[in-house]
């Protein structure tokens, strides 16, 4: 069994999210707000962004740029969203 993180506040959530491929970051973020908040309160939340796939090429390359993700100039739309969700 893997070493428990003591930073990680609903372990299950995060194992989840891990195996459906989240960054570590990101699960852990989700976890410890399902474990603060309630996992139906963090389920409701969320923005009204459009999903990547229906963002144009620049709008990607922008966000990659406000999240300081480097090599994304000369990617595909297609890599450019897995570069985006992946970060």
Do not use: C, F
């Not at 139906?40 to 993700?69: C, F, M, N, Q």
Request: charged content about 35%.
């Amino acid at each position: 069994m893997p070493q428990r993180n003591s930073s990680i506040k609903d372990e299950k959530v995060y194992r989840a999210l891990r195996r459906g491929g989240a960054s570590e970051q990101k699960a852990a973020r989700i976890a410890n707000a399902s474990a603060r908040d309630g996992r139906s309160a963090v389920g409701r939340r969320g923005g009204d962004a459009e999903p990547y796939d229906e963002w144009t090429v620049p709008e990607l390359r922008k966000r990659a740029k406000e999240l300081g993700i480097s090599g994304y100039s000369g990617k595909r739309k297609g890599e450019l969203i897995s570069m985006l969700r992946n970060s």
